[in-house]
């Protein structure tokens, strides 16, 4: 089974804190994922990379930055927390290729709270 | 724009009951790919089933099966039998194939009472 890890389930940070999400996967997948979790907004992608020291900005990077040093091991960084940024934060990974089927797979995720 | 609406926010049923959730989606693509995605309280998202866009035969996964609709763009998920465990957020997703990036719905918080 892929196992995606997210190091923290929950997080409490004061505002302008610098903070670190963890996240690593153990099935060598090229693509690894940052969403946040919203009520009534759903799942928005904040960054991806698809290899090694590759990264795309997603639909809502603003105020975040990613580190994909490993393979296995996407970070997601908020540079000053700030309290608009209190969510949920989930990580996935992925295969490019037909035969992986499009399909992402999940870790539990990491609640976020900034006071 | 590639979007995906859940237009329920909230469902609740019985037991045993079946019980259909709705997504629509647009695109000017022809080939792409539909997930319904499940994410039990405090558990992770799994995915619960998966539709290519040019295989007209609907998906279907033991209980769980779709209705997809191309020319409607609208990609139902029925739930047959439901059970306790079914209790969960439903998000349905989409992405046009060779892309890498999933778009998600906002999400239908389904309770199943016993």
């Known amino acids: 089974d892929v196992k995606v890890t997210q190091s923290s389930r929950y997080l409490v940070k004061r505002t302008g804190e610098k903070v670190f999400l963890e996240c690593v996967q153990d099935?060598?997948?090229?693509?690894m994922f940052w969403y946040r979790q919203d009520p009534g907004l759903g799942l928005r992608l904040i960054y991806f990379s698809y290899d090694v020291k590759m990264k795309e900005k997603g639909d809502i990077p603003e105020g975040y930055s990613v580190s994909r040093e490993k393979k296995e091991r996407f970070s997601l960084i908020l540079e000053s927390a700030s309290t608009n940024q209190t969510s949920m934060y989930l990580c996935?990974?992925?295969?490019?290729?037909?035969?992986?089927?499009?399909?992402?797979?999940f870790g539990a995720g990491t609640r976020l709270s900034v006071l | 724009a590639q979007t995906v609406t859940q237009s329920q926010p909230e469902m609740s049923v019985q037991e045993a009951e079946t019980v259909t959730l709705s997504c629509t989606y647009d695109t000017s693509e022809s080939n792409y790919y539909l997930f319904w995605y499940k994410q039990p309280p405090s558990r992770q998202m799994i995915l619960v089933i998966r539709q290519e866009a040019y295989k007209q035969q609907n998906a279907t996964e033991n209980r769980f099966s779709v209705n997809f609709q191309k020319a409607a763009k609208s990609f139902s998920l029925k739930i047959s039998d439901s059970q306790l465990g079914d209790t969960a957020m439903y998000f349905c997703a989409f992405n046009h194939q060779g892309a890498q990036k999933l778009v998600f719905g906002q999400g239908t918080r389904l309770t199943i009472n016993p």
């Open positions: 996935a990974s992925s295969s490019p290729g037909q035969l992986a089927k499009n399909i992402q797979y």
């Open positions: 099935m060598d997948h090229e693509n």
